[in-house]
């Protein structure tokens, strides 16, 4: 069996059609209004969270009450210390508006694995750090 190694399998217009019901909005204060929840529920303080994440706690609360916004590597901070899985991190940097982690960027690879092994923000920044690649906070 010879295949033609120049044909690759093509994509019709219709693999692409999106269910418009998997389609799911959600509003950025629905989303702050989610993660305050999840941040009561793990039992952290306001000011215990932000001190762990590197983040003051009146920007912390500003951010939660849509004042002022978060970079990337201070949410994948919240996020992590918050326990949360790593599809629901791609999805909660997704709804942001934030880049997703991409696996084939050596930071973000180190990040993720980090996530999914149940590293702590601590271990994670230390990995980092050991590739002289940027903490997350």
């Known amino acids: 069996d010879h295949r033609d190694l120049h044909s690759f399998p093509t994509r019709r217009s219709s693999d692409l059609s999106v269910n418009e019901d998997d389609i799911e909005f959600v509003s950025q204060e629905d989303?702050?209004?989610?993660?305050?929840?999840?941040?009561?529920?793990?039992g952290y303080s306001m000011n215990k969270l932000a001190s762990e994440c590197s983040i003051s706690q009146s920007h912390l609360s500003d951010f939660l009450s849509n004042k002022k916004k978060l970079n990337?590597?201070?949410l994948l901070?919240?996020?992590?210390?918050?326990?949360?899985d790593i599809d629901k991190?791609?999805?909660?940097?997704?709804?942001?508006?934030i880049s997703?982690?991409?696996?084939?960027?050596?930071?973000?690879?180190?990040i993720m694995k980090g996530i999914k092994n149940h590293s702590d923000l601590d271990l994670?920044?230390?990995?980092?750090?050991?590739?002289?690649?940027?903490?997350?906070?």
């Open 31 to 42: 989303l702050r209004h989610e993660l305050a929840n999840d941040i009561a529920a793990t």
């Open 72 to 74: 990337r590597d201070k």
């Open 77 to 84: 901070s919240i996020f992590i210390t918050l326990g949360y």
């Open 89 to 97: 991190i791609q999805k909660s940097l997704m709804h942001f508006g």
């Open 100 to 110: 997703e982690l991409y696996p084939r960027d050596m930071r973000d690879f180190i």
């Open 124 to 137: 994670i920044n230390e990995n980092l750090g050991k590739e002289n690649l940027d903490t997350l906070c």
